[in-house]
């Protein structure tokens, strides 16, 4: 454990927006996309703000958020203010899907810390509860600070890290009794 092979999945960290008695759906948030950033996006949607702040790097990767609807966008930020479709998924993070945020990004109204991703994750009823009983994820509890401090290529290490777990000690088997 974790033993998931399939690309979008293997050593990756899926921060849950959702899970209740339908489902669930989530962000892969270690997983860049190849020359792809924040600037260009913002490039690609026409968006420019005369507000914008120099100061403000905009030259963060955008992340494959999962397999599905690869070509809509969703922001994880953290949870100072709200925007036109923001639902909150814990008390410091929100997602977000509308212009408004990517609009603030770059100037003094943007949330401070912001991950965008295309695509995203989503497993049907029972279909992620039957995952983890196959150990095919290794869960934690959500924190902010892996989601947008840690480096990328260190989220996998540092969230197994935070439960106490040293992920290249991990067996890909596990018993059950």
Same mark, same amino acid.
């Given at each position: ?77 953290? &949870? ?78 540092? &969230? ?10 991990? &067996? ?6």
């Amino acid at each position: 454990m974790p033993s998931l092979q399939d690309p979008f999945f293997k050593r990756s960290v899926v921060y849950l927006c959702e899970h209740n008695e339908e489902g669930a759906m989530g962000l892969i948030i270690n997983k860049p996309m190849e020359n792809l950033t924040v600037e260009g996006i913002l490039k690609k949607l026409k968006i420019s703000a005369d507000d914008r702040d120099p100061a403000i790097k905009l030259d963060k990767p955008v992340f494959t958020g999962g397999p599905l609807a690869e070509d809509r966008g969703f922001i994880l930020h953290s &949870a100072q203010r709200t925007f036109t479709s923001s639902i909150r998924v814990s008390d410091n993070t929100i997602i977000t899907t509308s212009r408004d945020v990517l609009e603030s990004i770059g100037t003094a109204s943007q949330p401070t810390n912001v991950l965008v991703a295309l695509g995203y994750c989503a497993w049907e009823k029972d279909q992620l509860e039957n995952e983890l009983m196959e150990n095919a994820w290794l869960t934690t509890p959500a924190n902010s600070n892996i989601l947008f401090q840690t480096p990328i290529s260190e989220r996998w290490r540092e &969230a197994a890290r935070s439960i106490g777990v040293d992920i290249h000690n991990m &067996a890909s088997d596990a018993g059950h009794a």
